[in-house]
């Protein structure tokens, strides 16, 4: 777990803008963006006896935080902001010049230090790197693959990036630093991608045959195979599980469902109460199963135990001291 820090968060750059002064008290799973109450909030406590903390941050029209980390991005009013430290008794943002779209989502490296900003329904993507300290943007990329963006991926420091094209020309495409673009697997309808932690493998999740192509990113062999007991997944993710096996999660409407790496067998199964819209690291043994988007719902999540367990964490509302109000 992160702990909140007693620290004063010290930042010097053009466009710093001062936050709220909070102070959060007891072990801290993780942060979230919360859309309901326009803030970032932390999850105090342990899963299972968990609460979600007063709004840092407020105002932001969408936000997403850096995995297993305390720094985010919050985008309002056209403008993309910095957050270095969520768990600051003092926190800063510093902005980034020049005018964001709002993005539809955010893909994160596994270390932080880069975000690619997406839209699925504008076609673009956008990179951002050196985050937290030393952020700088890219340009805004429209992609013309002959398709439409379906899925984005990025590695463990942000080496590599694959997207998913869906439409008169589909498949994955590695996309380097200049943006120019590598055709790596030939699918017909890419609805996740998710890179192995060491980034020697790329999961690549086929919308239109339910199978999931494993590609060897050093001589770009592929095999694919059916992900069996889940007809409808469209998310999936590679991890390490609390015994340190290799472990596939992967959701659809019907549930969650942990794979074995290396035999591909059905380890565990688990039923969801609400569609999961993300598969995203919280704290060091947890996940989110996407962010909150009523007032009334609460937060699901999982531990990545043996045999996974689902949790939510109550819709908890603010009180006036932390809306503001």
């Known amino acids: 777990m992160l702990r909140a820090s007693l620290l004063v968060s010290a930042l010097c750059s053009v466009g710093f803008l001062q936050a709220q002064a909070l102070s959060l008290t007891g072990p801290v799973e993780g942060f979230s963006f919360d859309a309901p109450t326009g803030s970032f909030r932390a999850v105090i406590g342990s899963l299972g006896n968990a609460s979600l903390g007063p709004a840092l941050v407020q105002g932001v029209d969408y936000g997403s935080v850096a995995p297993r980390q305390s720094h985010a991005l919050s985008f309002q009013g056209g403008r993309c902001l910095v957050v270095p430290d969520l768990g600051s008794s003092q926190m800063s943002t510093v902005e980034l010049p020049g005018g964001f779209p709002i993005p539809e989502g955010v893909a994160w490296s596994g270390d932080g230090s880069v975000a690619i900003l997406y839209s699925r329904t504008d076609n673009w993507i956008q990179t951002i790197r050196g985050l937290p300290l030393a952020a700088e943007a890219g340009p805004l990329w429209n992609v013309s693959l002959g398709g439409s963006l ?155 135990a043996a045999q996974p367990v689902v949790y939510f964490v109550p819709a908890t509302p603010l009180i006036p001291e932390d809306s503001g109000k």
């Open 150 to 304: 379906s899925a984005i991926a990025i590695d463990f420091d942000g080496k590599h990036i694959a997207i998913g094209v869906a439409g008169e020309i589909s498949g994955v495409f590695q996309i380097g630093d200049d943006l120019s673009s590598v055709p790596l697997l030939s699918l017909s309808k890419p609805v996740a991608l998710a890179f192995s932690d060491d980034g020697s493998t790329l999961y690549a999740l086929d919308g239109a045959t339910g199978e999931l192509s494993e590609l060897n990113m050093a001589d770009l062999t592929s095999h694919a195979w059916a992900l069996s007991g889940l007809g409808d997944a469209f998310l999936v993710r590679p991890a390490r599980d609390a015994t340190h096996r290799e472990v596939i999660y992967a959701a659809g409407t019907s549930g969650l469902v942990a794979y074995d790496a290396s035999s591909h067998e059905v380890i565990a199964q688990v039923a969801l109460s609400s569609q999961p819209t993300a598969i995203e690291a919280l704290g060091q043994d947890s996940y989110l199963l996407g962010p909150r988007s009523s007032g009334d719902q609460p937060l699901w999540s999982f531990t990545d």
